[in-house]
């Protein structure tokens, strides 16, 4: 057994001793899976993987499955399961259908004895009871604790959204998202594909405001943003991969507030009432336009938008429109503008997703709403008793509870995951309270907006933030409000669960606070043992320092450089998401220096011979002092190679935590 799985049993028996049996009982206490195991009835000793052990199915639509849950096991613990059909043997896993009205469409029962049996009513299921045995085996790669599972989901949507319109994440980043929420149960992934920055922040002017469009787009040339896009067939291809793994990919488009990209493209679109950001619902240039943008991505017989669901946006437009003196027309038109869209995304086979605003714009022209899922996150835009008197399904997304804005100073920084995982659920509809696994409420998301453009957030930022929500919202989307494990033992443990299987985003190295690599000489150009790590950690070598070429790197990876030359001045800094952090330190030629750099998710610091330098958060006003910006300077240390650097690089150590 490794470090890693001794620590997690020790915790276990620690937590499951304080929080839920004594010690000394004789049946298995229950697993800790996120989300938690809905019931769990302890047999006695252990199922062990034999040499022999097999993945074996009873029906050929559960190949592909099995064929993930072994290719999924090798990642993590480095044996290949075979996957066959036929009788099963002890030790053999076995993944079958099985009729079973309880617990619905995604619930699932195990049955650990000699072998361990997954029934579920559906596919769906069976591949859910697969990630709760993978962290079942992350306490121990080959064996299980006997005893039965009953398990199921009080909601059938449980998502993430995330706005990658105010800050471009790579597709390579989104496809790990979509693993690590099916890693945890949770079935949707929505993208918002486009939005702006606050005109505050960029001298009131509307045309030098950031705005980006994040699709590939031939119909409209130049509408795709420049500094990071989507191709349509990668975009696709994401939608299917994600799909084979039980999440659902929304894309959504938001119209016709959040558009400053469609009228930075053309102007015309633009509103001159409510601000460029807002489309002018009485062009007759707008409907044309926007049907064609459409069109392009849910036309055809292989779409670009490849799920059930598409988003439409709708999202803030008008505000309470106060002080227009043609309130009541501009209602009626943006009522009749929201229900063009919900058919058009239906002509086309597709489920139509809103956020409303309609609180605010009353009116007669009436709006299709069954059949149409809509955004609960503010009550003032769409009231949730009225939305669903209305006939729409409600997604449980308020703001006050699970709103992440990187370092804006209002809503959170980083989710109160203790408040929601002891008082929240998606009944919970910001403060609005309906009945537990009310038919109307389908489920609940959380969400990162990124709505500071240029604050020095990195995507390893936005995922440090992440990872604590999204093992919180799994939790509680799943079990609703019957979670029994107290939240400090929950907190504990969940630590010792990866991220998913060959996920590593958190750059987690090592299991305790120790030294994790030391070289006696970091060679130019050398591979180090891992790419990178992450907060916190610390970095110490002794340098003797050489002539170097403005740019040249002690350290990169595929996310980061940190320079011993910067591009730009030729000091010590570093490089991550478009953003150059410089420090005052550059050595002189033959200079020796003893050196420490430290991280964690609020600062970067330098020591040069006991000299500190520290990059903390830095306070940035805007628009005379009214506005602020809060600049992060963080870094996730590149290990992945060194450099072709001149200098002598030393007694080269790496920590894992702040030394």
């Keep these: 057994m490794n470090i890693k799985s001794i620590i997690t049993r020790a915790a276990m028996t620690l937590c499951m001793a304080l929080c839920i049996h004594p010690l000394c009982s004789?049946?298995?206490?229950?697993?800790?899976?996120?989300?938690?195991?809905?019931?769990?009835?302890?047999?006695?000793?252990?199922?062990?993987?034999?040499?022999?052990?097999?993945?074996?199915?009873?029906?050929?639509?559960?190949?592909?499955?099995?064929?993930?849950?072994?290719?999924?096991?090798?990642?993590?613990?480095?044996?290949?399961?075979?996957?066959?059909?036929?009788?099963?043997?002890?030790?053999?896993?076995?993944?079958?259908?099985?009729?079973?009205k309880r617990i619905g469409?995604?619930?699932?029962?195990?049955?650990?004895?000699?072998?361990?049996?997954?029934?579920?009513?559906?596919?769906?299921?069976?591949?859910?009871?697969?990630?709760?045995?993978?962290?079942?085996?992350?306490?121990?790669?080959?064996?299980?604790?006997?005893?039965?599972?009953?398990?199921?989901?009080?909601?059938?949507?449980?998502?993430?959204?995330?706005?990658?319109?105010?800050?471009?994440?790579?597709?390579?980043?989104?496809?790990?998202?979509?693993?690590?929420?099916?890693?945890?149960?949770?079935?949707?992934?929505?993208?918002?594909?486009?939005?702006?920055?606050?005109?505050?922040?960029?001298?009131?002017?509307?045309?030098?405001?950031?705005?980006?469009?994040?699709?590939?787009?031939?119909?409209?040339?130049?509408?795709?943003?420049?500094?990071?896009?989507?191709?349509?067939?990668?975009?696709?291809?994401?939608?299917?991969e994600a799909a084979d793994i039980f999440v659902t990919v929304v894309p959504e488009i938001d119209v016709p507030a959040h558009s400053l990209a469609f009228s930075h493209y053309k102007p015309e679109l633009g509103s001159k009432e409510f601000g460029m950001d807002h489309l002018n619902l009485f062009s007759p240039e707008l409907i044309p336009f926007l049907d064609g943008l459409f069109e392009e991505y849910i036309g055809g017989d292989d779409p670009v938008f490849v799920g059930d669901y598409v988003h439409i946006g709708t999202d803030e437009f008008g505000k309470d429109y106060k002080g227009f003196d043609n309130k009541k027309e501009t209602c009626e038109k943006f009522r009749s503008f929201m229900d063009h869209y919900i058919r058009f995304i239906e002509s086309h086979g597709k489920k139509p997703w809103v956020w409303g605003s309609l609180s605010t714009a009353p009116g007669e022209t009436p709006i299709k709403t069954e059949g149409v899922m809509l955004d609960a996150w503010y009550n003032g835009y769409a009231d949730p008793k009225e939305m669903l008197k209305l006939g729409f399904k409600i997604n449980s997304i308020p703001d006050r509870y699970v709103y992440i804005v990187p370092m804006a100073g209002y809503y959170y920084d980083y989710l109160n995951t203790q408040y929601l995982y002891d008082k929240w659920t998606p009944a919970d509809v910001g403060g609005e309270v309906f009945p537990e696994k009310d038919p109307g409420i389908v489920g609940g998301y959380f969400a990162v907006w990124n709505d500071h453009v240029g604050n020095g957030v990195s995507v390893k930022d936005v995922h440090h933030r992440f990872m604590p929500g999204v093992q919180t919202i799994a939790t509680k989307t799943w079990d609703g409000a019957n979670v029994t494990l107290p939240y400090a033992a929950f907190d504990s443990l969940r630590h010792n669960l990866s991220e998913a299987p060959g996920v590593n985003e958190l750059a987690r190295v090592g299991t305790g606070k120790e030294l994790v690599y030391e070289v006696p000489v970091l060679q130019p150009g050398m591979h180090l043992p891992f790419p990178e790590i992450g907060y916190d950690y610390t970095i110490e070598f002794d340098l003797e320092a050489k002539p170097e070429k403005y740019g040249t790197p002690l350290l990169m990876s595929d996310n980061a450089v940190f320079y011993l030359s910067d591009p730009v001045s030729g000091k010590f800094g570093f490089a991550r998401d478009g953003y150059l952090n410089t420090f005052a330190f550059a050595p002189y030629d033959n200079e020796t220096a003893h050196i420490v750099i430290k991280g964690n998710n609020k600062s970067t610091s330098l020591t040069v011979n006991g000299h500190t330098e520290t990059l903390d958060v830095d306070t940035r006003l805007y628009n005379e002092g009214k506005n602020k910006l809060h600049y992060l300077r963080t870094l996730v240390f590149p290990l992945d190679e060194a450099g072709k650097f001149n200098s002598k690089i030393n007694n080269f150590k790496v920590y894992n935590y702040i030394k």
């Design 105 to 240: 469409d995604e619930g699932y029962n195990i049955d650990i004895a000699d072998k361990v049996t997954v029934d579920a009513p559906q596919p769906t299921g069976v591949y859910w009871a697969t990630r709760s045995l993978l962290q079942m085996f992350e306490s121990s790669e080959n064996s299980l604790p006997k005893g039965k599972i009953t398990d199921w989901p009080d909601y059938p949507v449980r998502g993430f959204s995330l706005d990658v319109g105010r800050k471009f994440f790579p597709l390579s980043y989104l496809k790990q998202l979509a693993k690590i929420l099916s890693y945890y149960k949770m079935n949707s992934l929505r993208v918002h594909l486009n939005d702006n920055g606050f005109p505050a922040y960029f001298h009131n002017n509307w045309d030098k405001t950031y705005a980006a469009f994040r699709l590939e787009s031939e119909k409209y040339p130049g509408l795709t943003a420049r500094d990071g896009h989507y191709g349509k067939a990668e975009f696709r291809d994401f939608q299917k």
């Design 26 to 100: 004789a049946a298995n206490e229950k697993p800790f899976v996120i989300p938690e195991l809905r019931e769990w009835k302890g047999g006695k000793g252990e199922f062990a993987l034999t040499p022999e052990s097999r993945i074996v199915v009873d029906d050929e639509s559960l190949t592909k499955i099995a064929e993930i849950f072994a290719d999924d096991y090798n990642t993590m613990f480095n044996r290949k399961l075979t996957v066959r059909s036929g009788k099963a043997a002890k030790g053999d896993i076995v993944l079958k259908l099985k009729a079973d």
